[in-house]
């Protein structure tokens, strides 16, 4: 289904953040009812509806108050149940980038290591699926929704302007900001993870505002969503590297993962550290002004310069 994910310039903000929202649950619930997605993509799909859903519900939180962060706490927690199922698939993801970049070095893996770890993976990957993605979990998710949309359909935003709008989109620009480690050289996973959610977060609520500038708008979202792919890349590897551990499924080949890992992380935190450099090199507060400037230019002729 077609979702509406931004603003048109000179609209009334409130009615159509209202629709956005309305239109970021029944998404989210198309998915789930679908029959022809599997129970992997269904997974997946509806992690990635609830990072939407929640990174507007965090957007919103100075209008909507305790009950958007209720629902918000609601969808994490909902979210966090699914992620079991998609920590295998994160490790096989890592596994298959970093067999890739380190092809043809001398730490690469065997061909046989490589068949008998994705086989591993398959295997554990399936029996999370059938232990996580019960009845139970959608019975709840669909209840969530269902309550999530009489919600929305309730909100009171009349009176949200954009002045509002941009001083919420800076607040999680600063966040943001503010996250970015202060030693590249050596980051914490914490911090990278801290970014990652911050990242995501204002990738999505950027959405709302790419008519503002199509160009720029466009090419802001994207390099927003090339940072999100690296720190989410370090993060699978992490995962991978869990995997690798003492007792662990792939513990017998740790010798093996660990240097294929390290060199990889180096890559992708080098090329993240870049994309964050530009991204968030202007401050909040100046963020903030050309957001309201684009908006007052746009909305006063509707041409694109």
Known sequence: ???????????????????IAAGAVAA????LDDPERDATTKVHDIRRALKRWRALLRLLEPVLGEAGRALRMQARDLARRLTVARDAQSAIDALNDSIEACEGLPIALPKKSIETIHSRMQALKAENERNIWTDEIQTDLSNYLTAAAW???????????VDDLAG??????????????ADWANPDPEDLHELRRRVVEHRYQMELVEPLWPRLGKV??????RLRTRLGKVQDLEMLTAKAGPHQPLAHWRSRLTPMIAYRQDQHIRAARKIATRLFAETPKGFRKRLVALWEAQSGDGEEE
Request: net charge neutral.
């Open 28 to 31: 989210a619930q198309a998915i």
């Open 151 to 161: 919600q929305v359909s309730h909100w009171d935003m009349d009176g949200v302007s």
């Open 168 to 181: 919420m989109l800076a607040n999680t620009y600063r966040r943001a900001r503010r996250s970015i480690p």
């Open 1 to 19: 289904m077609n979702v509406r994910s931004a603003i048109a310039p000179g609209e009334p903000v409130g009615g159509a953040l209202r629709e």
């Open 220 to 225: 802001w979202v994207d390099e927003a969503q």
